[in-house]
């Protein structure tokens, strides 16, 4: 049979209106969505055929989705955010590559979406509006002692950070170390903000400083960005807090 094709597509952090038209094209011509069960839930109304996985089956995902794609079908594999930020792209790709060419027939491409950090960081202004990076600290993929490294190296270089996978039930204190990592570089009224289920339902976005940022009150569900040396918060109208990182460096000379 000949080759159908497959996406992988970003659904955005999780309201409609932040999915991109692109990833709603794919999604309504879809006949088959393979997805973690919760981001499945995102996608309102379609007719395509579900194929719910756990979250950590993603070579299997990968290739369930490639088969099906392979056998004509028009597969989309959803990602939350943008899906190639900690997220399935990496799977797809890394199995085609491994695959001897058994997927040459199947149309492969992946559509972008708003990942975690530029969602939440649109809450608050733009504290990403300097040089920033984003880490996970899941140390499921990849040995502790490198996210910390990359910490240590972060810390250094002053950049903003965006921490993604912040803590789960089987890692209650890393959020803590990398959160005294970033500490002993910047000033303890360095902005934190927190945001939880950004765009979807029960919303919440905190700001607060490394001082005061309490780990206990962050789950799996929120993104966490600190700032550097340079990032300022400041209170707006309506109790707004609002933050940004300037975009001049202080001490550059034009
Ligand atoms: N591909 C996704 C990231 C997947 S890793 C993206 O680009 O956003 C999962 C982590 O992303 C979560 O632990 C959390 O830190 C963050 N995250 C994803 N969606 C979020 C949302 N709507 N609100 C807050 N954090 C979110």
């Given at each position: 049979m000949s080759g159908g094709r497959l996406a992988v597509v970003g659904l955005g952090p999780g309201d409609a209106a932040s999915r991109t038209a692109a990833a709603d094209e794919r999604l309504a011509a879809a006949t088959d969505l393979v997805g973690y069960g919760p981001y499945l839930d995102l996608v309102a109304a379609s007719d395509a055929i579900r194929h719910r996985s756990d979250n950590r089956q993603e070579e299997q995902r990968a290739r369930l989705a490639l088969d099906l794609a392979a056998a004509g079908r028009d597969v989309v594999v959803v990602s939350s955010g943008d899906p190639g930020v900690f997220a399935m792209a990496t799977a797809v790709v890394e199995t085609l590559h491994r695959s001897d060419g058994r997927y040459h027939d199947v149309d492969v491409s992946v559509v972008p979406g708003v990942t975690a950090a530029s969602a939440a960081a649109a809450r608050v202004g733009?504290?990403?509006?300097h040089d920033f990076c984003c880490l996970s600290l899941s140390d499921v993929l990849k040995p502790w002692p490198v996210v910390e490294a990359r910490l240590e190296a972060v810390a250094a270089a002053d950049l903003v950070v965006a921490l993604y996978n912040p803590v789960s039930a089987h890692r209650p204190w890393q959020l803590g170390r990398a959160l005294a990592i970033l500490a002993a570089h910047r000033p303890a009224t360095t902005p934190v903000v927190l945001g939880r289920d950004v765009g979807r339902a029960g919303e919440t976005t905190t700001v607060t400083t490394l001082a005061a940022v309490d780990p206990g009150t962050v789950d799996m569900r929120t993104v966490v960005v600190v700032g550097s040396t340079t990032t300022r918060a400041f209170a707006g109208p309506a109790g707004r807090t609002w933050v940004y990182t300037p975009r001049r460096y202080p001490d550059a000379t034009s």
């Open positions: 733009a504290p990403l509006g």
